[in-house]
């Protein structure tokens, strides 16, 4: 294993201001982030590092840091920000300190450009540095502290390569002349949407409906689903770590009266038998004795669409495969279903589709305007 120095620690206001303006002078910054989603109720940011050609920092920010001083990188233009598999990493950052982004490298999605079916970050930097990750600590708690040394090391190697391996996929990338469609997908991701953070009471529909359950089976589900998030809530613990679905669905389906029944269900370890056998006998009687629920409402599609959708998605894939690429390189499942929706009969129209932009409008524009014509006949 290659040894180099452990990355400083940030955990001041001082530090990461003189951090900052030391940036700030860098053309090129490799981020990432940690977050503590196996372990809370709602996850939050609780490491960022960054890499420069020649150190490595971790800022954290529970250690009462003003993350807002970073800002100013992340919007920057002229800084590059190279992550790899950059989108959860913004979703994070815009949720929890609302930065703006401008100028992002992707390292995973440069190799999916570039055709590449293995696109980890372990299987790119032994393909094309020949080191190994040891990516025993993906699972840590990131939010505990202190944080292990070991633990630390692992958060470090995450951005320590990532200059290298973006110069030799940005040299990959002209080499294959796809160099601009690369950049218009980086800039893409620079428009964040934030995922709903609200708890959704209708969401046992579709833990259930994939399950067969029926009627009187749902609404015990229905109370078991909206237990479950009660505990999560109060024990501040993600709702798969209370039951898993599995669980759920054979609790559900099966109605326990006894607690010994209990024990014979998938993943009710004799751990979750005392700490919880009380209660969910509870919420199945009451389950089994509610009022039925109503079905979910049959989902709408105007008429048309999901003829459009399927007539794009077959040319979308033989696109790909033209182009020894996987499919949604090619356009993102969201830009078909827009496209099938809007049904744009010009190149004017369909640059108003998000996910189309110059490269593709160019590239695509007319084989999917005449995708679109063949279906009005």
């Not at 700030?24 to 609780?46: G, K, Q």
């Not at 950052?93 to 100028?103: E, M, P, V, W």
């Not at 040319?315 to 993102?332: H, L, Y």
């Amino acid at each position: 294993m290659i040894k180099f120095p452990p990355a400083a620690y940030i955990q001041s206001n001082d530090a990461l201001g003189a951090l900052v303006a030391q940036l700030a002078r860098e053309p090129l910054l490799a981020v990432d982030t940690e977050s503590n989603s196996m372990y809370a109720y709602r996850e939050r940011v609780c490491l960022v590092q960054i890499s420069t050609p020649g150190a490595d920092y971790i800022i954290d920010p529970l250690a009462n840091v003003d993350m807002q001083l970073l800002a100013p990188l992340m919007a920057n233009p002229q800084i590059e920000k190279v992550f790899h598999a950059a989108e959860y990493d913004l979703i994070c950052l815009t949720r929890d300190y609302g930065f703006q982004f401008q100028n992002i490298f992707d390292t995973m999605i440069a190799a999916r450009i570039c055709g590449k079916k293995n696109i980890g970050l372990g299987h790119l930097l032994a393909e094309y540095l020949e080191v190994e990750l040891d990516k025993s600590h993906q699972r840590d708690d990131w939010g505990q502290r202190p944080l292990p040394r070991e633990s630390l090391h692992y958060a470090q190697m995450d951005t320590h390569h990532l200059l290298r391996l973006r110069d030799l996929l940005c040299g990959q990338l002209q080499a294959l002349k796809r160099w601009d469609e690369a950049l218009e997908v980086f800039g893409d991701l620079c428009y964040v949407e934030l995922p709903e953070r609200d708890f959704d009471p209708d969401g046992y529909w579709r833990i259930g409906l994939p399950h067969d359950l029926n009627r009187r089976e749902m609404a015990v589900l229905r109370e078991l689903y909206l237990l479950r998030e009660d505990i999560a809530q109060k024990r501040d613990l993600p709702s798969f770590k209370i039951f898993s679905n599995k669980t759920l669905i054979a609790l559900a389906r099966y109605m326990p009266q006894h607690s010994d029944e209990l024990r014979d269900i998938t993943g009710m370890s004799p751990l979750l038998v005392r700490r919880y056998g009380y209660v969910l006998l509870q919420t199945i009687e009451r389950g089994r004795r509610a009022k039925l629920p109503p079905p979910p409402p049959p989902p709408t599609s105007e008429p048309g669409v999901t003829e459009r959708y399927m007539a794009l998605h077959t040319w979308r894939k033989e696109r790909a495969q033209e182009r020894g690429v996987e499919s949604d390189v090619i356009v993102s499942k969201d830009t078909l279903w827009a496209l099938a929706r809007q049904a744009p009969n010009t190149l004017d129209a369909l640059r108003t589709i998000r996910g189309l932009g110059p490269w593709r409008l160019q590239t695509y524009g007319e084989e999917i305007l005449q995708v679109l014509r063949l279906l009005q006949g």
